[in-house]
């Protein structure tokens, strides 16, 4: 069984930063694919960012490109999303997630195999 904690949300203005992370316990991730997913008031959960086990191949949902960025320290057991030029409609809580396969047919809340609990983001006007 892998947990996942995320941490790093808070509100902020628009225009702002922050910087969100995924931590993990029970058993590594380094083998697993990772991903963010958020969910806004009302809506299903919605696919943000992906990244290999190695960390070599991303892929941004095109909402996000240009302003967020994922990255991954395996040897933390960690998973980091830096969100910059943050817009209100980024209002969300935020996920992280583990899947099982990387690729284009894997990206859906459906298979993913482990969840964080989440972190409440709030971008301000």
């Known amino acids: 069984q892998v947990q996942l904690v995320e941490s790093g949300g808070g509100l902020v203005q628009a225009g702002g930063s922050l910087r969100l992370s995924c931590a993990a316990s029970g058993r590594t991730i380094s083998t697993y694919p990772m991903y963010w997913f958020h969910q806004a008031p009302g809506k299903e959960h919605e696919f943000v960012v992906d990244i290999n086990w190695s960390g070599l191949s991303t892929y941004y949902a095109d909402f996000v490109k240009g302003r967020f960025t994922i990255s991954r320290d395996n040897a933390k057991n960690t998973v980091y999303l830096q969100m910059n030029s943050l817009k209100p409609e980024d209002t969300a809580v935020y996920y992280c997630?583990?899947?099982?396969?990387?690729?284009?047919?894997?990206?859906?809340?459906?298979?993913?195999?482990?969840w964080g609990k989440g972190t409440l983001v709030t971008v301000s006007i």
């Open positions: 997630a583990a899947g099982r396969f990387y690729s284009a047919l894997h990206r859906g809340p459906g298979d993913m195999v482990y």
